[in-house]
């Protein structure tokens, strides 16, 4: 039934939208946004959905979002200077991606759970090159100079 006349039309709450949202703790994110169903009676809440960006306590991640968790591609910068750049699943690496850590030794190559596992290389902090496969974050039988 359309509203009477001179009476006001609130209007509908988006279902979805981009923007910037500063968190009480002064963590921030910009980016896309989806509403969505969080109870069984319909209670919703706003979720970083699509591409954007996190920035909490020196820490910044970069990338695709789905109901509030990493997913997709992004990159990961930590407070202590490590950095990840690759696939997520579920806010854990997973699939092909690369990592450096401080002190700029690095592997890149397939993750699972948040681990190294799979074919993969790792270069130490002299630049040797080790590959071969990991096995849930360990490199038994890595060969040197292989890659």
Known sequence: M???????????????????????????????WIMHAVTEGGDKAIMRHGQG??????????GEWHYDTMQGNGAFRFENGSAYDGQWLQNKFEGKGAFTWPDGSAYEGCWRAGVMHGEGTYTDVEGRAWHGKF??????GLKLGCA
């Open 135 to 140: 096995y849930n974050g360990t490199g038994p």
């Open 2 to 32: 359309p509203p009477k006349k001179g009476q006001a039309v609130e209007p509908e709450e988006p279902e979805e939208g981009s923007g910037t949202y500063v968190f009480e703790d002064g963590s921030k994110y910009e980016g896309a």
């Open 53 to 62: 960006k996190m920035a909490e306590n020196g820490n910044v991640y970069d």
